[in-house]
C-alpha cells in the first residue's frame, strides 16, 4: 500500500559526491522518521543516518562530516547528500520509513565508489 522508491546511485570517482533520493507514495498519512541503509556485498545491513519528523539527526560514525541527511515532508522524500566518498561507502542503500507502527523498505540503489 506504501511504495519507496530511491534514485541518485551510481558510479563516481572518490572524493566526489552523489545525492539519494527517496520518495514515499501511497497510503501515508503522517511520516514519523526516515533513515537511509547501507548494505555491501557479504555485509550486514547498517543505518546510515536517520532524521526525525521535527528534523533531528543521526549519523554513523564512519559518515560523520561527510553525508547529510535531510527531508522535505511536503514531497514526502528524505534525500542525502554524500561528500568526499570513499570506495568503502560502496553498497546498495536503502530507503526506509517509519509510518505509524510499520516500517516500509526501497528497493535499493547501488553506490559505486571507485577511480
Known amino acids: 500500500q506504501v511504495q519507496v522508491v530511491e534514485s541518485g546511485g551510481g558510479l563516481v570517482q572518490p572524493g566526489g559526491s552523489l545525492r539519494l533520493s527517496c520518495a514515499a507514495s501511497?497510503?501515508?498519512?503522517?511520516?514519523?522518521?526516515m533513515g537511509w541503509y547501507r548494505q555491501a556485498p557479504g555485509k550486514q545491513r547498517e543505518l546510515v543516518a536517520s532524521?526525525?519528523?521535527?528534523?533531528?539527526?543521526n549519523y554513523a560514525d564512519f559518515v560523520k562530516g561527510r553525508f547529510v541527511i535531510s527531508r522535505d515532508n511536503a514531497k514526502n522524500t528524505v534525500y542525502l547528500q554524500m561528500n568526499s566518498l570513499k570506495p568503502e561507502d560502496t553498497a546498495v542503500y536503502y530507503c526506509?520509513?517509519?509510518?505509524?507502527?510499520?516500517?516500509?523498505w526501497g528497493q535499493g540503489t547501488q553506490v559505486t565508489v571507485s577511480s
Open positions: 501511497g497510503s501515508i498519512f503522517s511520516i514519523r522518521d
Open positions: 532524521i526525525t519528523s521535527d528534523g533531528g539527526t
Open positions: 526506509n520509513i517509519n509510518l505509524l507502527l510499520q516500517n516500509y
